[in-house]
C-alpha cells in the first residue's frame, strides 16, 4: 500500500530523490516518514513530516536531506544530496494514521560508491 521508488547506485557527492506513493486506501495519514537499514544494523529513522508539513531530521540528515508531502497526491518525497557511502542501505517509508495503523514500504536499495 505504500510504494517506494528512486534508490539507485550513485557515487559520493551525488544526489537522489525517493518518492513514497500512498494508495488510496490508506486514509487519515498524519505522518510520513523515511527509515534506512544499513546491513548488519538497525533500522532507523532518516526524516518524518507531519500532515501540517512539521519536519523532523535525524542528525546525520540536517542540511543535506530534504523531506516533503503532497498531500492532494497522498506523495512523499526525499530529496537526498551530499550522499556519502555510510547512507548506503535500503530506505523504507512509513505511514502513521490517525487512526493508530502503520503501513511500511517495500524499500527501495541506494548504494553511494566511494
Known amino acids: 500500500q505504500l510504494q517506494a521508488s528512486g534508490g539507485g547506485l550513485v557515487q559520493a557527492g551525488g544526489s537522489l530523490r525517493l518518492s513514497c506513493a500512498a494508495a488510496?486506501?490508506?486514509?487519515?495519514?498524519?505522518?510520513l516518514g523515511w527509515y534506512r537499514q544499513a546491513p548488519g544494523k538497525q533500522r532507523e529513522l532518516v526524516a518524518q513530516?507531519?500532515?501540517?508539513?512539521?519536519?523532523n531530521y535525524a542528525e546525520f540528515g540536517k542540511g543535506r536531506f530534504t523531506i516533503s508531502r503532497d498531500n492532494g497526491k497522498n506523495t512523499m518525497y526525499l530529496q537526498m544530496n551530499s550522499l556519502k557511502p555510510e547512507d548506503t542501505g535500503v530506505y523504507y517509508c512509513?505511514?502513521?494514521?490517525?487512526?493508530?495503523?502503520?503501513?511500511w514500504g517495500q524499500g527501495t536499495q541506494v548504494t553511494v560508491s566511494s
Open positions: 512509513h505511514a502513521h494514521t490517525t487512526t493508530w495503523q502503520n503501513f
Open positions: 488510496g486506501s490508506i486514509f487519515s495519514i498524519n505522518i
Open positions: 513530516v507531519t500532515s501540517g508539513g512539521m519536519t
